[in-house]
Nanobody, 115 residues
Framework: QVQLVESGGGLVQPVGYLRLSCVASGSVFSIYSMYWYSQAPGKERDLLATITNWGNTEYAESVKDRFTIARDKAKNTAYLQMNNLKFEDTAVYYC?????????WGQGTQVTVSS
């Protein structure tokens, strides 16, 4: 089992920035890849960014020039640096950890982009 706790969300103005954190606990040795998703009200949960155990990253087209995913294995933490935020980035942001056949979600952190 892996437990994930996200933090770092909040209210930010357009073109502002935030850094989200996702701290893992439990069987962290078994985590292969970590992911960040977002879910806007009334919409499906969308994959934004992926980072593998070897540090390979992938991004959704909508965020690839604005968001950066990173991982600090020593701190069992994944990050999502979000720059140049837009109104449409308003959503709940979730962290996912993949451990072979299993996947674990965090509880989410709210990001609101508003002027």
């Amino acid at each position: 089992q892996v437990q994930l706790v996200e933090s770092g969300g909040g209210l930010v103005q357009p073109v502002g920035y935030l850094r989200l954190s996702c701290v893992a606990s439990g069987s962290v040795f078994s985590i292969y890849s970590m992911y960040w998703y977002s879910q806007a009200p009334g919409k499906e949960r969308d994959l934004l960014a992926t980072i593998t155990n070897w540090g390979n990253t992938e991004y959704a087209e909508s965020v690839k020039d604005r968001f950066t995913i990173a991982r600090d294995k020593a701190k069992n933490t994944a990050y999502l640096q979000m720059n140049n935020l837009k109104f449409e980035d308003t959503a709940v942001y979730y962290c996912l950890a993949q451990t072979g056949p299993s996947a674990f979600w965090g509880q989410g952190t709210q990001v609101t982009v508003s002027s």
